[in-house]
């Protein structure tokens, strides 16, 4: 169980987390949404502790993490998978070392089997005979299927995905969709799903959460979400320019 | 006046961030040195590096070295021949020159250039696409598996290469001395190894040793700490360059001070 409470996070002067209190609970799938530059990313970093808040607390397994020293550190982060949101590949590495990466330093499966791995990780994400291609040589979205394979690849119990269906199409992404429903069915994975593809996220997720100003507002059921009675949240779901969030464009046109 | 009110702050600011770099890269030594301590050496990215700083850096020095001896005995043969009327002495001068400053030295610089730039901007660009973190989120920690094997690579290639840039530099000198001042090739090595010790050899080996550790520390600092994509990529090598070219030169100053009293050399 993941268990995040008060986290404030700023950049120089610029408060981007104002309290954070969110509860992932075991086996559940929880899909974070919220305008773009709210701070998902950012929340996704502090948990998994590449990032540091400078208030609050955060609980994996009951394990206080924020103030752990780098070893201990590590230990808990091997217990998480995790998609960036821009794939964040080794470009001097090829698919199938990328893939195999985590899985050589964390011994986790002899050394004999790791070959075998890679492709069937790779196999899950739809991708075949890429082994061999370095990153630079792959299209956006196979290197996020290739990111993806290389999270989920030495079996964690967390995974956290930023943005798994973006720049995939409508039918790549629904075979990720099956992927963390079946990861999270058949291996009980605890998943944090970030994305922007309200389809996805009513399909993969037990509870949907919205971040909004630094804060989580409004978690629920996928339901309850759909029709929700909060103006910021029905906006954001419906997708309407008009309503309590503005963008602060300058409108004119 | 706004503006002058500005300037303690803006001195201010300077050192703070010069504090902080300083320390930031002293640590960053400390966590390397500790790594390597306990023997997490991971031998097949190391030797990898060894061959890219060692062996695709030796053309260049060896040919910038050349040039360099060739000089030293072209400059020293005319100015003695000034002096003296003869041209005196060249083994000698060239000898001391390349083997305790010019060899470490012009070595230094050349890898700072090459392998320095490289560093950084290869560390940076990992930086601002996440890789550094995605090694983290996979086991790995990136002092361990990038910061060993570069700075391994460095401080044993560049004394290395430095040796090979005395041997060559003087070599060049030779060849100027025999066909364009005259001079025999045995009183050419007479005039070497009849002044020079063992201690002069380490002086230049110790400098090249420190000069490395100055370069490769700055580029990987400098590297792991980029931020802002591309631009700050270019500016994190700009600097890294920058900041290892001026300690070269200055601290070459005081270690030679240092080497001096401790009759290295
Ligand atoms: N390393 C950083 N340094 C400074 N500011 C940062 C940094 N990382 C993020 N930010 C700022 O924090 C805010 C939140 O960024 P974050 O990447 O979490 O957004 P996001 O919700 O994931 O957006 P998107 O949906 O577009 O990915 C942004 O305004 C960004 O400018
Ligand atoms: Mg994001």
């Known amino acids: ?11 120089k002067s610029k408060q981007v987390l104002r309290g954070v209190d969110l509860e992932i609970r075991d086996a559940e799938t929880l899909t974070i949404i919220g305008g773009s530059g709210c701070g998902k990313s950012v929340l996704l970093k502090n948990i998994i502790g590449l990032l540091k808040p400078e208030e609050g607390e955060i609980f994996v397994d009951g394990k206080e993490t924020t103030r752990l020293d780098e070893s201990d550190l590590l230990e808990v982060q091997k217990k998480f998978g995790y998609l960036f949101q821009g794939a964040a590949l080794f470009d001097s590495l090829t698919v199938g070392e990328n893939v195999a990466f985590g899985l050589n330093n964390m011994k986790t499966i002899p050394p004999n089997e790791i070959g ?10 739809g991708l075949k005979g890429v082994e061999n291609l370095k990153p630079a040589e792959l299209s956006g979205g ?27 199409d409508p039918i790549m992404a629904d075979v990720i969709n099956d992927l963390i429903i079946h990861l999270q069915k058949q291996l ?31 978690a629920g059921s996928p339901d309850e979400i759909k029709n929700s009675k909060d103006a910021v949240v029905h906006q954001f779901v419906e997708g309407l320019s008009q309503g309590p969030i503005t963008l602060n464009l300058d409108k004119n046109f | 006046m706004k503006r002058i009110k500005k300037v303690p702050h803006f001195i201010g600011n300077g050192l703070l961030n010069t504090a902080e770099g300083i320390g930031k890269a002293g640590y960053l030594l400390f966590q390397t040195v500790y790594w390597i301590g306990r023997g997490f050496v991971d031998w097949k990215n190391t030797v990898a590096q060894m061959v890219e700083v060692g062996w695709m850096s030796f053309p260049v020095i060896a040919l910038t070295s050349f040039f360099t001896g060739m000089v030293l005995a072209l400059q020293s043969g005319q100015s003695f021949k000034n002096v003296f009327n003869e041209p005196v002495f060249i083994g000698t001068v060239v000898g001391f020159s390349l083997v305790k400053e010019l060899g470490p030295v012009l070595t230094s610089i050349v890898i700072s250039g090459r392998v320095g730039a490289s560093i950084a901007a290869e560390l940076g ?11 983290y989120t996979l086991g790995t920690n990136p002092v361990r598996y990038l910061a060993v094997p570069r700075f391994i690579a460095c401080v044993t290639m560049v004394p290395m290469l430095s040796i090979m840039s005395n041997i060559i530099g003087i070599f060049g000198g030779l060849l100027v001395s025999v066909y364009k001042w005259g001079i025999p090739s045995t009183i050419y ?31 990987i600092h400098k590297g792991f700490e980029c931020e802002g994509g591309a ?28 080497l001096v009293l401790l009759r290295i050399g």
């Open chain 1, 142 to 168: 196979m290197k996020k299927r290739v990111g993806l394979a290389r999270a989920i690849a030495h079996k964690p119990e967390y995974i956290m995905y930023d943005e798994p269906t973006t720049g995939l």
């Open chain 1, 116 to 125: 075998k791995r890679v492709l069937e990780c790779l196999a899950m994400v």
């Open chain 2, 189 to 219: 090595w007479d005039d070497i190894f009849n002044f020079m010790d063992v201690g002069d050899f380490f002086h230049g080996v110790i400098k090249s040793f420190i000069f490395a550790a100055f370069i490769v520390i700055t580029s």
């Open chain 2, 231 to 258: 631009e700050g990529v270019g500016k994190a090598t700009t600097s890294a360059v920058m900041i290892s070219m001026v300690m070269i030169l200055v601290s070459d100053y005081f270690l030679t001070y240092l």
């Open chain 1, 188 to 218: 009980g994975v605890t998943s944090i799903v970030v994305t922007h593809d309200m389809k996805s996220a009513y399909k993969v997720s037990n509870r949907i959460a919205m971040l909004y100003e630094g804060k989580i507002i409004g």
């Open chain 1, 1 to 11: 169980m993941i268990k995040v409470s008060g986290v404030h996070k700023k950049f």
């Open chain 2, 125 to 135: 660009t990992m930086k601002v696409t996440e890789q550094l973190d995605a090694l």
